[in-house]
C-alpha cells in the first residue's frame, strides 16, 4: 500500500474547511484512506505546528484547538508514532496552562523515563518532580 505523508496545512483545510476546492481535495485524500487505498502518515511535528497556526495566525482558543487535535486523532486510518502519548498530550494541554510543545516534550520524556534539563518553568506546571535544575547533572 502507498503510504503518503500528511503535511500541517492538509488539516488546517480539514479543521476549518475554509478553502472549497483544496477541503474537496482533502476529503478525497481522507476517503481514499478511509477505503483502504492510501495509507496516511503524519508526525509529532505537524501536531505543533497545527497548534501554532491556529494558536497564532488563526486566532483560535485552546479549547478549539483541543477539540481540534481530537478530530485529527480520531482518524482511524492516519498513522502518527505513539499516537496514545498525543492524546496524553493534549489532556494535559486542556488541563493545564502551558504550550501544547511543553506537552509534547513532557509526555516523550515520561514514555522514556528520563528526566527534563529546562529553564522552563511550564513543566513545573505538569510535575514538578519532573525538572531538574542543571547542578543537579553537574
Known sequence: ????FVDTNIFIRYLLEDEKE????????????????????TNWLVMAEIDWALTSFYKLSKAKICKAFEKILALSFLEINKKDLLFKAVEIY????????????????????????????????????V??????FL
Do not use: H, T
Open 1 to 4: 500500500m502507498k503510504e503518503v
Open 22 to 41: 483544496q477541503v474537496e481535495q482533502v476529503e478525497n485524500l481522507f476517503r481514499l484512506a478511509d477505503e483502504g487505498e492510501i495509507k496516511l502518515v
Open 94 to 129: 486542556k488541563k493545564k496552562n502551558v504550550d501544547f510543545v511543553d506537552c509534547l516534550n513532557f509526555v516523550f520524556a515520561k514514555d522514556k523515563k528520563l528526566p527534563i534539563a529546562s529553564f522552563d518553568r511550564d513543566f513545573d506546571k505538569i510535575n514538578k518532580r
Open 131 to 136: 525538572r531538574y535544575r542543571l547542578n543537579s
